[in-house]
Nanobody, 123 residues
Framework: QVQLVESGGGLVQAGGSLRLSCATSGRTLSIYYMGWFRQAPGQEREFVGTIHRTFDVTHYADSVKGRFTISRDNSKNTVYLQMNSLKPEDTAVYYC????????????????WGQGTQVTVSS
């Protein structure tokens, strides 16, 4: 099992930037992919992006491609989500999660989740 704690959320104006962090502990060496998801009010949780634990392989949702970047610092067991050119429709609770196998684009592949951090983008 992996414990995950997100931080860095907040209120930002449209066009601004935020960087979210996800600190992990526990069975971090067994992680296959670390993913970011988000859930807006009244909507289902959706895939944002993911990064392989070891190799520089990333996948992004089309809605954030070119604006969001996922990176990791394995020495700190931390994954980051750099969000640029933010839009009001990016407003959501953002979650990080750990997958130990499966398709990294599918939410069902992720078994361990953080508590989420709120991102609000004002217009």
């Amino acid at each position: 099992q992996v414990q995950l704690v997100e931080s860095g959320g907040g209120l930002v104006q449209a066009g601004g930037s935020l960087r979210l962090s996800c600190a992990t502990s526990g069975r971090t060496l067994s992680i296959y992919y670390m993913g970011w998801f988000r859930q807006a009010p009244g909507q289902e949780r959706e895939f944002v992006g993911t990064i392989h634990r070891t190799f520089d392989v990333t996948h992004y949702a089309d809605s954030v491609k070119g604006r969001f970047t996922i990176s990791r610092d394995n020495s700190k067991n931390t994954v980051y989500l750099q969000m640029n050119s933010l839009k009001p429709e990016d407003t959501a609770v953002y979650y990080c999660a750990a997958a130990f196998g499966g398709n990294p684009r599918y939410e069902t592949s992720y078994t361990d989740w953080g508590q989420g951090t709120q991102v609000t983008v004002s217009s």
